[in-house]
């Protein structure tokens, strides 16, 4: 069976995959989107990416569907991608955030509509409840999920109604993908991948139960939020703090008990681009990586290369 999600192929090989923002138009600043460059015109540019995931940050930036439909219409009609993708994989942000079950039950309208514009994962931040991802991982699932014998968690949450535009992104057929936009790894042939934020001093306690609910993709640390745990108001990147590596090796940790992939990057200026692919895999372990600034491109060349990587760019 081909994957409609590259990241969940390349991950499956045991190869790390990196992620960045799509092309940036001039209204954008510092590093973040703005929704005008969620249009039609900036997918059909960025449907050949060397990104293995694009990443849609609505933690912070408007939270346009309309817009953002659009992109993902431009990414199909642009594609497909070299590797023989549809669409490069897209992983959007959520603005809502998992602190309990309640939260994140009010707030289903947004995963509904995310989904259906036919993204390949999400992300709840600042997640300090299990419940609260085993209630995010339920209304990410249509709701005739979890009805059978021996499944691990309750009915989805999804109906029926927005699968056909989704389906057309994706390049399936409604029925086919309704099948297929399970969460990863719960369901072997599941082409979603959904991820944590474990990024408050006082989740990590959580940490391993956090990451063990059926459905859970991956899981990152969020340096920046930890680091406001913490009481510092600027500590995103290295060199960190004692408590900060405890932090990161506890979220790292239990991501690798779970047998799922760890995000995190190094960004540490002091070291070449080389240095820092070399750290972030072979040190921290992480499999998923963010990259930024002017070295993305070299970064990720070197990562490919250290891990031997095959698929096309």
Not at 74 to 82: F, I, S, Y
Not at 124 to 138: G, I, N, Q, Y
């Amino acid at each position: 069976m081909s994957r409609v999600n590259r990241c969940l192929e390349l991950l499956e090989q045991d190869q790390p995959i990196y992620y960045g923002s799509p092309a940036l138009s001039p209204l954008s600043g510092h590093g973040m989107y703005v929704v005008e460059d969620l249009t039609y015109e900036n997918g059909m540019a960025n449907a050949i990416t060397s990104f293995d995931y694009l990443s849609i940050d609505f933690e912070h930036a408007p939270f346009d569907m309309g817009a953002l439909q659009a992109f993902m219409k431009g990414l199909r009609d642009g594609g497909p991608t070299r590797s023989g993708h549809a669409t490069p994989t897209v992983i959007a942000t959520l603005p809502s955030s998992g602190r309990s079950a309640d939260m994140v039950l009010m707030n289903q309208w947004q995963i509904t509509h995310l989904l259906n514009t036919g993204v390949h994962g999400l992300i709840l931040c600042h997640v300090s409840d299990p419940a609260a991802v085993r209630a995010f991982v339920e209304c990410c699932r249509f709701a005739y999920r979890g009805l059978a014998n021996g499944d691990q968690l309750g009915p989805g949450r999804r109906g029926s109604g927005g699968q056909n535009f989704p389906a057309e992104i994706w390049g399936l057929e409604p029925e086919e993908y309704m099948h297929r936009a399970d969460p990863w790894p719960l369901s072997s042939d599941g082409e979603l991948l959904l991820g944590l934020k474990i990024e408050d001093r006082e989740c990590l306690v959580y940490a391993d139960q956090l990451v063990s609910v059926p459905g859970v993709g991956f899981a990152e640390w969020g340096p920046g939020d930890m680091g406001m745990s913490f009481g510092k108001a600027v500590s995103h990147d290295p060199p960190y703090s004692a408590e900060m590596m405890d932090a990161m090796q506890i979220v790292c940790n239990a991501t690798q008990s779970a047998g799922i992939p760890f995000l995190s990057g190094w960004n540490d200026q002091a070291l070449s681009a080389q240095e820092r692919a070399k750290y972030a895999i072979e040190e921290i372990g992480a499999k998923i990586i963010p990259t930024g600034g002017t070295d993305a491109e070299e970064l990720m060349m070197a990562g490919r290369q250290l891990t031997n990587r095959e698929m096309p760019v």
